[in-house]
């Protein structure tokens, strides 16, 4: 089975340690297993994708906070990415999703 994880970073922060934990399960269960991240450094992974660069994240920041375009300002990364993703052709895409209530 051929896994691809995505999530913010890899092996720093809670879901990163998440990722790489379930890549480590993977791989010693005879899986293959990618995290793709688009923030920092890989931490604890030996198989990764970077999404975009530093340059990448700035500009989408940007647009989000001055254009309200949240999602819309990373085409060229994203299209990179989907390229990536056709390639590796994994069984399973796991997206990690964080949820914060305010009260």
């Known amino acids: 089975m051929k896994v691809l994880?995505?999530?913010?970073?890899?092996?720093?922060?809670s879901?990163?340690?998440?990722?790489?934990?379930i890549h480590k399960?993977?791989?010693?269960?005879?899986h293959e297993s990618v995290i793709?991240?688009?923030?920092?450094?890989?931490?604890?992974?030996?198989?990764t994708i970077k999404i975009g660069n530093n340059i990448d994240f700035y500009k989408h920041a940007?647009?989000?906070?001055l254009l309200?375009?949240?999602?819309?300002g990373s085409k060229k990364a994203t299209e990179d990415?989907?390229?990536?993703?056709?390639?590796?052709n994994p069984d399973i895409i796991h997206r990690f999703i964080i949820y914060m209530d305010i009260i």
């Open 68 to 72: 309200d375009k949240h999602a819309f």
């Open 25 to 30: 399960l993977l791989l010693e269960q005879g």
């Open 81 to 88: 990415f989907i390229d990536e993703i056709i390639n590796y």
């Open 36 to 47: 793709a991240y688009g923030r920092g450094e890989a931490m604890n992974c030996d198989n």
């Open 15 to 21: 879901t990163g340690r998440i990722a790489t934990d």
């Open 62 to 65: 940007l647009k989000t906070r």
């Open 5 to 13: 994880q995505i999530n913010t970073v890899c092996g720093r922060g």
